[in-house]
Structures are given as C-alpha cells and as structure tokens.
Nanobody, 122 residues
Framework: QVQLVESGGGSVQSGGSLRLSCAAS????????MGWFRQTPGREREFVAT????????YYRDSLKGRFTIARDNAKNTGYLQMNSLQPEDTAVYYC???????????????WGRGTQVTVSS
C-alpha cells in the first residue's frame, strides 16, 4: 500500500510562488506515473499536470503551461509542483496521485493524498 502526503501549501498574494511536495511511502514510487489535481468547493476535481515514472515526459493542463512545473526525485520518493505567478483562480486544494500511466483522468490513478490547501489573495 502506498501512502502519499502533500505539503507546501499556504497563503500567498497574487503573483507569488509556492512549491508543493508529495512524499510517498514504500519503494515503488519510481514505478508509477504521478499526477497533480486540484479542487475548489462546489466544483469537480480538475487535472493540473502529470509526469512519467522516469520524469522524462510531462503533460500539463493547457491553461497552466508556463506557470506550473511538475518534477520528481525518485531517490527521495518525492514529487513536486512548482507554481509561479499564482492568481486567485489557482486557489484550491491540491492533490497528488500515483497511477500506472500518466493521465489527465483521475480515474486512472490508484493512490491519492489528502491534499494541501493553496490560497491566493488579490
């Protein structure tokens, strides 16, 4: 069983940056693709970015390209989401997930963290 714990969320002003981390338990982190999703109250969870098991392939939500960067360090069993030029509409709970393939579809992921809150004020 894999457990995921997100950290790094918080409150920032518009234009600021945050780096989220996703720490995974167990030795199999490097065999899974990792994804980041986000959710705001009353809305469905939406795809943010995904990265292949080796980190060589990444894919982003179109509207976030150029501002968000997904990365991973398999030696540390940790994934990251660097978020720059944050805007109030980026306010959400951010979740990391692991799955067999990198996908924008949340049903493709088998393991989920509990999320970390990101709040961006104008």
């Amino acid at each position: 069983q894999v457990q995921l714990v997100e950290s790094g969320g918080g409150s920032v002003q518009s234009g600021g940056s945050l780096r989220l981390s996703c720490a995974a338990s167990g030795p199999i982190f490097s065999t899974y693709a990792m994804g980041w999703f986000r959710q705001t109250p009353g809305r469905e969870r939406e795809f943010v970015a995904t990265i292949s098991p080796t980190g060589t392939i990444t894919y982003y939500r179109d509207s976030l390209k150029g501002r968000f960067t997904i990365a991973r360090d398999n030696a540390k069993n940790t994934g990251y989401l660097q978020m720059n030029s944050l805007q109030p509409e980026d306010t959400a709970v951010y979740y990391c997930a692991l799955g067999d393939i990198g996908s924008a579809v949340e049903e493709e992921y088998d393991y989920w963290g509990r999320g970390t809150q990101v709040t961006v004020s104008s």
